[in-house]
């Protein structure tokens, strides 16, 4: 039997390069080809693929959001996440999307066609190189981060934003020396001593992720 695949990847060469890897396989073809987060939305809405091999940064969006839509959508389908990102955050977001496989474009062309058959087989099965070490990297990560409380938690959001204390006391109905005394706090639980500092350490630390967080207003902690 057949195994049918989307691919979906915004750079042309290595979509068609993948494609003919697929299509020189004779258990192996390629449905369709999309080259955008809603192409393969359109794909994976019609249907008919066993396994769906995606991209993670394309123009129009994350294709990570594509793998958590297929995975909702049909549970038995593989999905091989394409990516050149080779880093933790990358690698467990694919897991946690429910992906099959991440593969880096770094690999041999049996490593990405292996992947295929492989989440083809067994979808819910994930494979990486190197998924052990990040998942050891992260527990001792998690049990090394300080524990915020919600408020907290809502108060180092915005000041990831870029709001002043006085912006901040107004979105969450509190007077500015309760946000004052959060700002505070949040520090000491971070080692830092002023914005900047803290939102290092919140990157580091998982609570904010390098991607939503794109140069935040300038304020002073006081303002």
Excluded: C
């Excluded at 999309?34 to 994976?44: T, Y």
């Amino acid at each position: 039997m057949t195994i049918q695949v989307f691919i979906v990847d915004d750079h042309n060469l290595v979509r068609e390069g993948i494609a003919g890897l697929i299509d020189a396989e004779p258990d192996l073809a390629v449905k369709a080809q999309a080259s955008s987060v809603a192409g393969g939305q359109a794909l994976v809405t019609e249907g008919g693929a066993d396994v769906l091999v995606v991209d993670v940064t394309m123009p129009d969006g994350n294709g990570l959001n594509l793998a958590r839509t297929a995975r909702s959508a049909y549970p038995n389908m593989g999905i091989v996440v394409l990516t050149m990102h080779n880093d933790d955050d990358t690698l467990l977001e694919a897991l946690d999307a429910g992906a099959s496989a991440l593969v880096l474009k770094s690999s041999s062309a049996d490593d990405v066609l292996d992947a295929i058959r492989r989440s083809a087989s067994a979808p819910d099965a994930f494979t990486a190189t190197g998924l052990g070490a990040a998942l050891r990297r992260r527990d001792t990560l998690s049990a090394a981060r300080p524990i915020l409380t919600p408020r907290e938690t809502e108060v180092l959001m915005r000041l990831v934003d870029g709001d002043s204390v006085a912006s901040v006391a107004r979105q969450l109905y509190m007077s500015e020396s309760t946000v004052k005394t959060h700002v505070a706090r949040v520090y000491e639980k971070l080692g830092a001593h002023n914005r900047a500092s803290a939102i290092m350490a919140a990157v580091r630390l998982g609570f904010v992720k390098t991607d939503d967080w794109s140069n935040p207003r300038s304020n002073s902690d006081d303002n």
